[in-house]
Nanobody, 128 residues
Framework: QRQLVESGGGLVQPGGSLRLSCTASGFTLDYNHVGWFRQVPGKEREGVSCISSSGGTTDYVDSVKGRFTISRDIARNTVSLQMNNLQPNDTAVYYC?????????????????????WGQGTQVTVSS
């Protein structure tokens, strides 16, 4: 059974940090690029970050550049998202997704289409 599971969400004050993890079971992430997405009520799911199969290349949406860092832990079959200087508008359910069809993220990774597996989501709430 192939599955992605996110963890690490929670409640944090503005300026705080959280580290999200996405762990795959039943398959390896080595041959997939992986994206992080987030969604708030009433809005479409949007891409946040993406990492290539090797971890050598990454991409971020403008709103999180300089604050978020995506990385891979090959031994643990895990992709993480370190989120620093969190702000209230970062509040959302965060999802990871894997794409087996390409090693690199490409030009449309930030759209929530074409991914093979999605995690269940983890809630991130930034509030005073």
């Amino acid at each position: 059974q192939r599955q992605l599971v996110e963890s690490g969400g929670g409640l944090v004050q503005p300026g705080g940090s959280l580290r999200l993890s996405c762990t795959a079971s039943g398959f390896t992430l080595d041959y997939n690029h992986v994206g992080w997405f987030r969604q708030v009520p009433g809005k479409e799911r949007e891409g946040v970050s993406c990492i290539s199969s090797s971890g050598g290349t990454t991409d971020y949406v403008d709103s999180v550049k300089g604050r978020f860092t995506i990385s891979r832990d090959i031994a643990r079959n895990t992709v993480s998202l370190q989120m620093n200087n969190l702000q209230p508008n970062d509040t959302a359910v965060y999802y990871c997704a894997s794409n087996r069809r390409a090693l690199f993220c490409g030009s449309t990774w930030f759209y929530p289409f074409g991914y093979d597996y999605w995690g269940q989501g983890t809630q991130v709430t930034v509030s005073s």
